[in-house]
């Protein structure tokens, strides 16, 4: 079930709804096949085409995903703007940003997923999160990229950009991403150096 609430009031209307995976499930809403074929010229394409006026646009947008009555993803934007122009598929502007938030089975926050601009395809069921993208999981550790692809139906993060991977031991800088959406496994396609954190603790 995704709740759709906006300035802390609870609507009936579901805005993003594909985004929810079974599981953006985490929603099946982060972040999602059909990746390949998007780029950041496509994003500054839609830059250009944002300047049509959305069908609707809503403002301090959270959205929660549940499963068996436990929610399991929420999404934060402070704008989120619907297209649907004549000819191109429908797609969700997300212009100031989001903060996406999964949940554990005891309620505690397992991985969080920010950018500056996202974009959502409902048909494709496909996020896509540029400008300053972060991802942290319950281990600590964090990832840093420009772009990078939300696929829900496979529940998979991926990026064909640089990324940089910091953990408690070290830090990884390679082009190519790709983890599950709670970042717990993850791999690097091309790892182009590994730097040491040395441990201040030792004297």
Request: aromatic letters at 8%; a negative charge; hydrophobic letters at 40%.
């Amino acid at each position: 079930m995704l709740l759709y609430i906006q300035n802390s009031v609870k609507l009936n209307r579901k805005v993003l709804s594909t985004l929810v995976l079974g599981a953006f499930v985490f929603i099946g809403i982060f972040v999602l096949s059909g990746c390949e074929g998007n780029s950041l010229a496509e994003i500054d394409s839609l830059n250009l085409a944002s300047k049509e006026l959305p069908i609707s646009t809503s403002h301090n947008v959270v959205l929660q995903y549940s499963d068996s009555g436990n929610i399991k993803i929420i999404l934060k934007a402070s704008v989120l703007e619907k297209y649907k122009n004549k000819g191109e598929p429908p797609y969700d502007l997300l212009p100031e940003g989001l903060e996406i938030e999964f949940i554990d089975s005891v309620g505690n926050v397992e991985a969080k997923v920010i950018s500056k601009y996202a974009i959502h395809y409902p048909k494709k069921e496909l996020l896509i999160l540029s400008n300053d993208v972060r991802i942290f999981n319950i281990d600590g550790d964090k990832l840093n990229s420009e772009y990078m692809t939300w696929d829900a139906k496979s529940k998979k993060i991926k990026s064909d950009d640089f990324v940089k991977i910091t953990t408690a031991d070290e830090i990884i800088y390679g082009d190519g991403f790709e983890a599950n959406q709670d970042f717990t496994n993850y791999k690097i396609n091309h790892i182009k150096g590994i730097i040491a954190i040395e441990d201040e603790s030792v004297q």
